[in-house]
């Protein structure tokens, strides 16, 4: 037998000063004699009632447990489970150059990128995740891991400027297949984040793929950024002036990146794209699920609410009838 509000069973605590203010009561209403000898009465017949002076309160207490039981609802299980959980392997690479900095999604581009794959992550609890970072040089943040608050903390110490500037597309999908060549799992995936052209790096973002490919590892790559010029923040003094920068993203490549790895390309204008470009990603890698389960609940509350009624009556027909002389 289970408990589905099982908190209410600490109630029961509430019956012990209970329990000592009615013994101290009792012992208090009693009159006492002092005589020389007791032995006269050691032989004198007691009533019925003096057995039954403490069945009213006995009753009340066992009541008071049974309506407290009820409140915790008892149920009675049946159940039988075999399932089958199978987690795929996720390496996120982020761009962190300055130029991800642009304000065309809010705060901006990577404070929206952060935000949106930290949702994705919490939606795959099953799922080994890591996370490599690139701009000019790349390095991973975050080994593939099922400890998800720990990804999650590092999240918040990804900023622009870590390493040297530029964008080496190719060193960031290279790092995350060295992360995910010797994995096991059936399914290994790199979700590739980035606003720009590869400019940086000894490898090409296209030998990259064809890397991963040899590994068996799809890449989903997402270009960020509006159509057009973007708002970059130039601080000067202790101001800081925006200036319209065109945006550059080379979605040729990262189409040729997606297809070379039976990926897909996507491009984000906006913080709700982004959103939806993630959401798109998380249905095309679902995990894999296989559950087979029988299961049974019943409510067993209704035996303990009779007999807390039946005692109910009986302590009120017993102060009524015999005992109802008797305090």
């Not at 970072?133 to 110490?157: I, K, M, R, Y």
């Amino acid at each position: 037998m289970v408990f589905a509000n099982i908190e209410y069973l600490f109630l029961l605590l509430l019956l012990i000063p209970y329990i000592v203010w009615y013994v101290l009561k009792w012992k208090k209403s009693q009159a006492t004699l002092q005589i020389s000898d007791a032995r006269v009465y050691a032989h004198t017949p007691k009533s019925y009632k003096n057995y039954l002076l403490h069945a009213p309160f006995g009753l009340r207490i066992i009541a008071l447990i049974l309506i407290i039981l009820v409140l915790a609802r008892p149920q009675t299980t049946d159940n039988w489970q075999n399932s089958e959980i199978e987690g795929i392997d996720i390496m996120l690479a982020i761009d962190v150059s300055t130029s991800m900095l642009a304000e065309d999604l809010k705060p901006n581009r990577l404070e929206a990128a952060k935000d949106v794959a930290a949702e994705f992550i919490n939606g795959r609890p099953n799922d080994n995740i890591g996370l490599t970072l690139f701009a000019g040089e790349s390095f991973t943040q975050c080994p593939l891991t099922v400890d998800h608050a720990v990804l999650l903390n590092l999240f918040q110490s990804i900023k622009c400027g870590i390493v040297t500037d530029g964008t080496a597309i190719g060193m960031g999908i290279a790092n995350a297949v060295t992360r995910l060549k010797d994995s096991k799992a059936k399914s290994k995936v790199i979700i590739l984040l980035t606003d720009g052209t590869n400019n940086k790096g000894d490898i090409s973002p296209l030998t990259a793929a064809e890397i991963a490919k040899s590994f068996g590892i799809r890449v989903y790559t997402i270009g960020v950024g509006t159509n057009g010029m973007a708002p970059y923040p130039y601080p000067i003094g202790n101001s800081v002036q925006y200036v319209n920068i065109p945006v550059e993203i080379d979605e040729k490549t990262l189409t040729e990146i997606a297809g070379t790895t039976d990926g897909n390309y996507f491009r984000a204008t906006s913080n709700s794209k982004l959103k939806e470009v993630y959401e798109e990603i998380d249905k095309l890698e679902k995990t894999k699920l296989s559950v087979k389960e029988y299961s049974k609940r019943q409510e067993e509350y209704r035996w303990f609410a009779l007999a807390a009624f039946l005692c109910i009556l009986l302590e009120v027909l017993l102060r009524n009838s015999i005992l109802k002389k008797i305090p």
